[in-house]
């Protein structure tokens, strides 16, 4: 099972300010088979970035996704109010697709 | 647009079972696989299996195998979610959810979520 370990847990920033989230993961993912959702409490995760850098219909374009083999990155430029939320990461290279524990972002 | 309107909550015994539904709309259901996640209260996201609704085909984590049953229903364009011989560990909310598009297995369109809760 290919395990995926972001960082940080937890991190504080205000709005404004660029976020750079860290997704690990325990062995080289196939073709940057690697997606990025932000979840808000009590909605349904939102698909953000898919094929680590390809941003999903209606994301703004400060979202964006980079990395490839076993470590990925999602960068926020420029933080919007709306954007504190929980960040996941998720591989689809072999079975289980597991996602990673979470990045809280929350307002400084 | 795409919808998907999952079934609503459910409260089930120690050791019984419950059955997910999930239905689609504006889309061609059989094209596109789905996945099933839950979320536990406090917890982070759990990818349980994916169906594809063509053919039947299905692949479930290894951790749920067994217990875990995922159907399609094109005729109805309904897809199902059946777990078994539930514990208080399988408390969570579960969601069906839409590979976004034929390039890749990620999904992007998602169910409202469906509250499951096992307690005696």
């Known amino acids: 099972e290919i395990v995926l370990t972001q960082s940080p847990g937890t991190m504080s920033l205000s709005p404004g300010e660029r976020a750079t989230l860290s997704c690990r993961a325990s062995?080289?993912?196939?073709?940057?088979?690697l997606a990025w959702y932000q979840q808000k409490p009590g909605q349904a995760p939102r698909l953000l970035i898919y094929?680590?850098?390809i941003r999903a219909t209606g994301i703004p374009d400060r979202f964006s996704g980079s990395g490839s083999g076993a470590d990925f990155t999602l960068t926020i430029t420029s933080l919007e109010p709306e954007d504190f939320a929980v960040y996941y990461c998720?591989?689809?290279?072999?079975?289980?697709?597991?996602f990673g524990q979470g990045t809280k972002l929350e307002i400084k | 647009q795409v919808q998907l309107v999952q079934s609503g909550v459910e409260l089930k015994k120690p050791g019984a079972s419950v059955k997910v539904s999930c239905k689609a709309s504006?889309?061609?259901?059989?094209?596109?696989?789905l996945h099933w996640v839950r979320q536990a209260p406090g917890q982070g996201l759990e990818w349980m299996g994916w169906?594809?609704?063509?053919?039947?085909?299905?692949i479930y984590t290894q951790k749920l195998q067994g217990r875990l049953t995922m159907t399609a229903d094109t005729s109805t364009s309904t897809a199902y979610m059946e777990l078994r011989s539930l514990t208080s560990d399988d408390t969570a909310v579960y969601y069906c959810?839409?590979?976004?598009?034929?390039?890749?297995?990620?999904?992007?369109?998602w169910g409202q979520g469906t509250l499951v809760t096992v307690s005696s």
């Open positions: 959810a839409r590979v976004v598009n034929s390039l890749t297995t990620a999904p992007g369109y």
């Open positions: 504006g889309y061609p259901f059989p094209i596109y696989g």
């Open positions: 169906i594809s609704p063509s053919n039947g085909h299905t």
């Open positions: 062995q080289s993912l196939t073709s940057n088979y």
């Open positions: 094929g680590a850098s």
């Open positions: 998720q591989h689809f290279t072999t079975s289980p697709y597991t």
